[in-house]
């Protein structure tokens, strides 16, 4: 038999197989092959106990792409949530996470929700600086159903791994997009104004038959690893055309004087902003200090 993983909770997979969920324990062949079995993967499986939808994950199928974090796999795109405000969004996060789906090759629309909270209209101007850097940007509230019918239009036909820090407002947007989830939806803390974490696992759900949502638990904290610090410039889109233009081949757009990087013209310009640039910076020098411990 054949089936979709759904959610995978302490070594039981759940997965969707002609509108039934069969609860699966994994076979031993998994561990002797290093294989970990992911929310979203397509597998085999058979049915032990079929009256009861119990059976045994048997094999993996061909996978389009694998997450490590948030960990799936067979993933279209990501909706990258983050408030406005309540708490206030890490852009170096934010940065962080549109690096990693770049390696990956996997699309990601951002949403920057609780624009009700927005005194300040900085909503709009993070909509800008992000547009500018090549993203789709949604901006609103998950208690606007204007908002809501935006993000389903972005999600329609795919497989969307829905994920940001906790307290932004990812279980309220799954609730509304998936009646049956039933996420539990935490509260701020005063004094941090941080959320609660309140989803502890990936979990699939179905829009429609074409239309899937891959919510996960939510992260304050992501490394870049895996690719060069000379290689992480080309994920800041924005760069792309003003580097042609650098006096240097190579050039990282961060140790090399005003004079020869147009990069760094722009930012000082203000035509490329410097918060990403400054993001840049940031991520480049840590990678390459991890680069010289070995």
Known sequence: MTGKIIKAISGFYYIRSENQTWTCRAKGVFRNIGVKPLV???VTFDAVFPERLEGNLTGVLKRNNVLIRPQCANVDQALIVFAVREPDPSFNLLDRFLIHMGMQDIP?????????????????????????????VITGSTTDERTIG???TALKGKTTVLAGPSGVGKSSLTNKLYEGAGMEVGELSEKIKRGKQTTRHTELFAMDDQSFILDTPGFTSLYVDGVPSEDIRFYFEEFTGPSKECRFNGCSHVNEPLSMCMVKKYVNEGRISRLRYDDYCQIYKEVKESEHKY
Not at 118 to 123: A, I, P, S
């Open 150 to 152: 935006e993000v389903v």
């Open 108 to 136: 990601t629309v951002i949403f920057f929700n609780k624009t009700d909270l927005d005194t300040d209209g900085n909503g709009s101007v993070y909509r800008d600086i992000y547009e500018k850097a090549g993203y789709s």
């Open 40 to 42: 979203g993967d397509d």
